[in-house]
Structure formats: C-alpha cells, structure tokens
C-alpha cells in the first residue's frame, strides 16, 4: 500500500475513534397521574329583586281553589285571598305562602282557605297605591300595610323587600306581616316591646321599629317549629 495511501486510512480511523457519541434522545417523562379536581364552586349568584309598580290594576281578583285548615282542635277561620291584578306575583304562590303562615302550629288559630261563600278573613296583596287608597285613613306612606276592617292589606312592596330589622329574612318577614294584619282581623291591638333583647310580640308595629326587641314573626313561638318547611 503506498505511504500516503496507509497514512489517509490511519486519520481516518483516528478521527472515528475519537468522535463522541452522538446524543441519546432525553426521554420525556411520563405525565404523572393528576388528582382529580373538585368543580368549581357555583358562584353565589344575589337575590332576584322584583320591581313592584306603584299602582296596578286597581282591582282584587280573588285567588281560585281553597286549602284546608291544619287538622286540631278548636275554632276553623274561613279567609279568601286576593291579588291586585298587575302585580308581578303568582297569585297561587302567595296564597300558598299565606295558608302555610296561618297554619303553623305557631300561629293564631286553624285556617280554611276558600274563594267564595262567607268568610271571616279576607288577606290581599296590593300595589302601594292600592294599600294607601285601602287604609284610608290611615297613613301607610306608600310602604306600610294595614287591616282596613275588612281586609288584611299586604302592601307589595313590603312583600317584595321586606324591612332592615329583619337582615334579610324575607320569608320571616312575610311570616311576620301576615301574622301582623291577620291578628288585627281577629282583634289584637298593637303592642309594646316587653324589654331589650325579648322577642317583640307579633303585634308590635315591627315593621317601623323592633324598639330593641329581636324579631318574632309569630303569635306563639313558643309552640316551637312546624313540621313543615317555613320561616
């Protein structure tokens, strides 16, 4: 083999020998198992607030079908209900809501609904317009409910928003101005707070002022809960 020939193939190998090993891949680590993630919170979503015109229709349209009273002992009272026509209520919730009021075992008395005949009682939902118009006279300032000697009026308003004193209990408060105007319908007159840090009787005028009582939207609450679901 000529020199320059042995001397080219000794470089060559050299330079082979020498040469570093090209590059492993970098194996990509496997994804480790992910703990499984808890969905996300719902997000509290306020209150639906229901805008409640000033005046209505201007007529009561009594709420059809009836209810009977809670099963016991003593005296039945037969009531209807009525909804201004025009109000933004489902008239059959709200009387479904104040059969459920007067039938707790912590209010006045056992309670029949009925939509027509005679009746004792008469609870309607009213505009502030109508309110005022129906409490006449006395001074509702478009926001008060009353009982007119005929009627339990429930102002709307009150109805839709409630009041401070009762730190967003709405269904309380309703449970309240029901028992309220319902107990002037039977006779009870307004009554004073007994003492700071007592429940207010249901006759206090809570909706103006707890006088530093606590709420109470019952006649009786002492009687302790009903079974059903209520305030």
């Not at 590059?23 to 805008?51: F, G």
């Not at 028992?179 to 103006?208: D, F, I, N, W, Y």
Request: glycine share 8%; hydrophobic share 35%; with cysteine.
């Amino acid at each position: 083999m000529p020199l320059l020939a042995l001397l080219m193939l000794v470089l060559l190998v050299t330079s082979c020998a020498s040469a570093p090993p090209a590059p492993s891949p970098t194996p990509t680590p496997s994804p480790s198992p992910s703990r499984p993630q808890p969905p996300p919170a719902p997000r509290k979503r306020p209150a639906e607030e229901v805008w409640v015109p000033y005046s209505a229709s201007g007529r009561y349209t009594v709420v059809p079908g009836g209810a009977p009273a809670r099963p016991g002992s003593g005296e039945v009272v037969r009531y209807v209900v009525e909804v201004e026509a025009g109000l933004p209520f489902d008239p059959a919730v709200f009387a479904a809501d104040v059969h459920r009021v007067l039938n707790d075992v912590r209010g006045w008395a056992r309670f029949e609904r009925v939509d027509h005949g005679p009746a004792q009682v008469r609870v309607a939902l009213s505009s502030p317009l109508l309110t005022t118009l129906q409490c006449r006279p006395l001074r509702t300032g478009g926001e008060l409910s009353c009982w007119n000697g005929t009627r339990s009026v429930i102002n709307a308003l009150r109805w839709a928003k409630g009041v401070p004193q009762y730190r967003g209990d709405l269904a309380a408060y309703r449970a309240y101005v029901i028992s309220h105007e319902v107990g002037h319908s039977l006779g009870h007159g307004h009554e004073p707070c007994p003492g700071p840090g007592r429940l207010a009787p249901v006759m206090t005028q809570q909706s103006k002022s707890l006088d530093r009582c606590r709420p109470n939207p019952w006649p009786h609450p002492d009687r302790g809960p009903s079974e059903d679901r209520g305030p």
